[in-house]
């Protein structure tokens, strides 16, 4: 079971859960839930399942049948009822894109909000648009090509979809620097906004946020 492989693991290799827990910058009472399968203290699905990759990365196990351990046991607690949003198909239906579009709705108007509040009484230097002369590096204004650049300053999770459609959720740990490409820009979601910093086009953002905050981006 899911609980007891990682509790085994970790004590055939001498670790504390509580060393864990400041390691990976988790939160220690998840963790003890996990270890537990008590679903009724652990966070939404998304944060368990990045809990469980960042964990079984420590522990040097395969995330992959873990994670499929704790769908089955959140299904059988759920009495057989799916907790998560079934996997969108290749041909998604139309009830699915107008689900989509509202998220991403929803996501770049979180985004205006956040943003008011955090450069408020601010002087802040504008972002430059695509329009604007490219510097050297930058894409070229025919294909308009987004480049986005995260390096990581702290443990932190992020979620991040390109406008074309394609999704991927890291854990990055300090001093790593993701890449991504995009013409139609990018949806993010940070579980900590203060252990990162953004670089969109060669132009360098800042943090999004402060430490230990959850944040959505939409970007440019």
């Known amino acids: 079971m899911l609980g007891e492989i990682l509790k085994n693991k970790r004590e055939e290799s001498g670790l504390d859960l509580r060393e ?21 203290r652990l966070p939404p699905d998304v944060y368990v399942k990045a809990y469980i990759r960042g964990y079984a990365k420590l522990l040097n196990i395969d995330p992959l049948p873990l994670l499929d351990d704790y769908a089955e046991l959140r299904r059988k607690n759920s009495g057989g009822v799916q907790t998560e949003l079934p996997r969108p198909s290749k041909n998604p239906s139309l009830p699915g894109i107008a689900l989509l579009a509202s998220l991403i709705a929803l996501i770049g108007l979180a985004l205006v909000i956040y943003l008011s509040f955090m450069y408020a009484g601010k002087s802040v230097a504008p972002v430059p648009s695509p329009v604007s002369a490219p510097d050297e590096g930058a894409p ?23 406008g074309e459609g394609t999704s991927e959720e890291v854990i990055l740990r300090p001093g790593e620097t993701r890449k991504w490409t995009s013409e139609s820009g990018f949806d993010l979601k940070v579980g900590n906004a203060g252990g990162i910093r953004l670089a969109l086009d060669n132009k360098d953002i800042g943090t999004p946020g402060e430490r230990g905050r959850v944040v959505r981006l939409h970007l440019p």
Do not use: N, P
Request: no cysteine; hydrophobic share 35%; proline share 0%.
């Open 140 to 162: 070229s204004k025919g294909s308009q090509q987004h480049v986005l650049d995260v390096t990581a300053t702290e443990t932190t999770w992020l979620l991040i979809k390109t």
């Open 20 to 40: 864990v827990a400041r390691t990976l910058r988790f939160q220690y009472e998840y963790l003890k839930a996990l270890e537990d399968e008590d679903f009724t």
